[in-house]
């Protein structure tokens, strides 16, 4: 069924189309006085003026590895992050935790972590996926460097922008 | 002048004082007037879309080695320098399937007349009794349409040698529109020269001082009976001449050659660095001489009601051709609001309002001033 859509009447006014201009550039002029006499606030004038301090707790930053109140370093190496990655950004060489140490029974650590930050799009797909509340984004986001290899942060560059996380499931501890 | 230890004839003086008006006029007054025109166009476009626009420049110092960078004061006014030092060292590249000869001639063509224009409009009384206007031709406004009409072979010679589809329709698009709005653009200040009876600029400035502005008659004392009668085809001709000089001028809402949203840049989309700054730059150096032109023949040119000509000091000669770049500035923020505020036109609207609407109405708009001027007498 074809359906014949009327268009609509113009008046007279309207069709003249001048009267139209001048109500068009009365938005445009208004617009532009409110946003010159600061009426109108939207834009923030970095780097004089910067959202650090009221960014939204849901803000997705650069990716950090965290370590949790007794020193231990999360995550186990289970490459889970790095297969969903969408860009690839993760690279793990995962290494063994020696004979000895206190904590041998998670048996996995990662001897390397890198995580390209030109490559990462910050979707924080790691941060759900991983089993071990280990990697997280945080708020930081001016991150800069004068070279590829420069942006590229390797594991010591995670754990201090992640720094220390309580609240976390302790499920490596010794059962009750 | 000042003495010399020779004398010169008095056609080598007026060559010399002609070489510096037009060295003054193209590089102090033009070029920085369309680099400015550029800056204000991002400001007030960005202004009336609720965001602030360029609002700070600086030097990288950091990137030769220095601790920090050279912050420049004033907010973002040297952003023009910013942008003429980007486009001086962008890399110049001539794609390999173009006609090399049209593709380096045409941001020339584009470009040239609408400097050329500029000489024949008086953008000032008298300084130090020198005229300020490059050549006081007795046919002023003839030359201006005449030259103006030699933009459109810059735009279609860079639409069509630059051998892809988005360039040759921008091209093809603004050819036949340029044209198309010249028939308007001529006819309708006709009934200005069969009012003042005179294509000379100059003279005509000098007939709105003496008989008040042309769409403002009271600048000049209480307007006469047949100022009256006359008002209305002067205000027709005005609406009309400013909508032709939109059209002429590729500008919104007359702007399908360029329009960024189809055909990616339209006919100046192979352009890099240099060639395309000439695109751009012709384009707002056309935009001035239009306005320059409608405030010539429309606004008064460089008089104002209480302000006396140059010939009282060359306090006085500053203060008008200050006058008048006031004046063309109003015009030229006008033109960006417009700019910012209309959609643009489909072709085939675009089309049928030249070659029907205003076509017509400027033909019009002569038979009823002839007919009012042979019933006043």
Known sequence: MAITIKRPELTLAERAYLPSIFAGLMTTVKHFFS?????????????????????????????????????????????LCEFICPPRAIKIIPGEIPEGARYRKVEKFPDQFDIDMIRCI?????????????????????ITGESRADMVHHKDKLYEIGGLKTGLVHKWNEKK | MPSLPFTLSPEVQFA??????????????????????????????????????????????????????????????FQPVADAVKFLLK?????????????????????????????VVPFGSTLFGVP?????????????????????????????SSNSKYS?????????????????LGLSVVPIFLVMGTLNLSEIVNNQIQNGWTI?????????????????????????????????????????????????????????????????????????TGCSIIVTLFLGGWSFPLIRDGSHGWVWGLINIAVFFAKVSGLLLFFIFIRWTLPRFRYDQLMRLGWIFFFEIALVNILVTALILAYVH
């Open chain 1, 35 to 79: 946003t010159l006499s600061n009426k109108t606030k939207v834009t923030m004038q970095y780097p004089e003026e910067k959202w650090d301090s009221h960014l939204p707790s849901y803000y997705r930053g650069a990716p950090a590895l965290v370590r949790d109140e007794h020193g231990r370093e999360r995550c186990v190496a289970c490459q």
């Open chain 2, 132 to 160: 300020m206007v490059i050549a006081n031709v007795d046919v002023g406004v003839l030359f201006v349409f005449a030259i103006a009409s030699l933009g459109v072979y810059g735009i279609v010679i860079a639409g069509w």
């Open chain 2, 91 to 119: 890399e110049d590249l001539t794609p390999a399937h173009v006609n090399k000869f049209y593709y380096w001639l045409a941001p020339a063509l584009a470009m040239v007349p609408a400097i050329l224009t500029i000489a």
């Open chain 1, 122 to 142: 910050y979707c924080g797909l790691c941060e759900e996926v991983c089993p071990e509340q280990a990697i997280f984004l945080k708020k930081e986001y001016a």
């Open chain 2, 216 to 288: 403002l008659p009271v600048t000049a004392g209480l307007p006469s009976g047949r100022q009256l009668l006359l008002w209305i085809p002067m205000l027709i001709s005005f609406v009309v001449f400013t909508i032709a000089i939109f059209a002429e001028t590729n500008r919104l809402p007359f702007d399908l050659p360029e329009s960024e949203t189809e055909l990616v840049a339209g006919y100046h989309t192979e352009y890099s660095s240099m060639k395309f700054a000439l695109f751009f730059l012709g384009e707002y150096a056309a935009m001035i």
């Open chain 2, 168 to 184: 040759f329709l921008g091209g093809v698009r603004s050819t036949s529109q340029m044209i198309s709005y010249e028939l308007a």
């Open chain 2, 16 to 77: 010399l004082i002609s070489l510096l008006k037009i060295l003054a006029v193209i590089f102090l007054i033009i070029l920085p007037l369309v680099s400015y025109t550029v800056y204000a166009e991002r400001r007030v476009s960005a202004l009336i879309q609720d965001r602030v626009g360029p609002n700070r420049v600086g030097i990288p110092m950091t990137l030769f080695g220095f601790k920090h960078d050279v912050n420049l004061p004033l907010g973002g006014l």
